[in-house]
């Protein structure tokens, strides 16, 4: 997992930068400000977006719209797994050849971008067909075995309109394939990080804390500890970061000294503020004080990563800011209004109820929802 916030004018040889004693020319303030400025707009939009969509994901009759849950286990077990696989390919790029490897990742990404990018775009897209558009059903049906012991491996509800955002989502790919271009790059980790938020759900708060409380460390750890992260991130050609060129007033969209940020500072925090999201609404307040608390709390944590960033002119650990900022900030509301009983013992149950073990009538979530969407606009 990438989840670093870095400043590339640091380490320009690790970054394959050049090393014949030239450097790059330094950017402008103006630059700088724009960069950091979008990549913090950027990080907002699949969180909040995938949060609302994570409300509604659990009701889709669609098997590939089912929220995956995160359990305590899952939690506790999520760091070690990581770094193993940070280790792992901070390994492979050290013994094999980086173009080999990331030509392997870019196929791989490929094929998952457009997925991700088409399930991103569908509920959007939907608005612009006309009425009549003839628009037809179909079902990619697998199955294992025969008779009663038969089970299904893929069971894939789609239609027309899913096909054509996948035609348009597939344009996007071989852009990305052929030119790696960092728009075409943001695009698809876009799309990964809103499908991330929307689809996975942690199953209550303190599983929350125990992921991001393991992620913290692993965050500092790997990031202030070795060099293994920002190794892996900078030569790492996959959407699995954020990017934004510094130069670009001055270069326009050729512009190649890129500020980024990891998928995993979005996703991680993200999945959490969801499931704040989902909290208030089981609250039935028709308020959604948890889920701004948290969204706040994430905008100050990121800024001040940036800030830090800024002044030490070294690579940030963005969990470092994020994590105590997301999950104190809800914590103390939550003290001041007396419910801390009630969010550390809210529990979400696998039913199509996404919200509460106690299911809210559908009245209630939907008219909270339009509440949200509406002050928002």
Known sequence: MDSALSDPHNDSAEAGGPTNGTTRPPSTPEGIALA??????????????????????????NASDMPETITSRDAARFPIIASCTLLGLYLFFKIFSQEYINL????????????ALSHTISPFMNKFFPANFPNRQYQLLFTQGSGESKEEIINYEFDTKDLVCLGLSSIVGVWYLLRKHWIANN?????????GVELLHLNNVSTGCILLGGLFIYDVFWVFGTNVMVTVAKSFEAPIKLVFPQDLLEKGLEADN????????????????????????????????YFYTSFAAYIFGLGLTIFIMH???HAQPALLYL???????PVLVALAKG?????????ESNSKDP???????EGTEASALKGLEKKEK
């Not at 919200?355 to 009538?361: D, G, I, M, N, Y």
């Open 187 to 195: 695009l698809f980790g876009l799309a990964f990080s809103l499908n």
């Open 339 to 347: 419910e801390v009983t009630e969010m550390f013992s809210y529990e």
């Open 104 to 115: 392997l990742l870019s196929m791989y990404f490929f094929v998952l971008g457009i997925l």
């Open 36 to 61: 950091y400025g979008s990549l913090l707009l950027m990080a907002l939009l699949p969180i909040f977006f995938g949060a609302l969509r994570s409300v509604r994901c659990a009701r889709g009759k």
């Open 323 to 329: 994590v105590p900022a997301c999950i104190g900030f």
């Open 258 to 289: 890129f500020a980024m940020l990891g998928l995993g500072d979005i996703v991680i925090p993200g999945i959490f503020i969801a499931l704040l999201l989902r909290f208030d609404i089981s609250l039935k307040k028709n308020t959604h004080t």
């Open 355 to 361: 919200v509460a073990v106690t299911e809210p009538k």
């Open 311 to 313: 002044i030490f002119k």
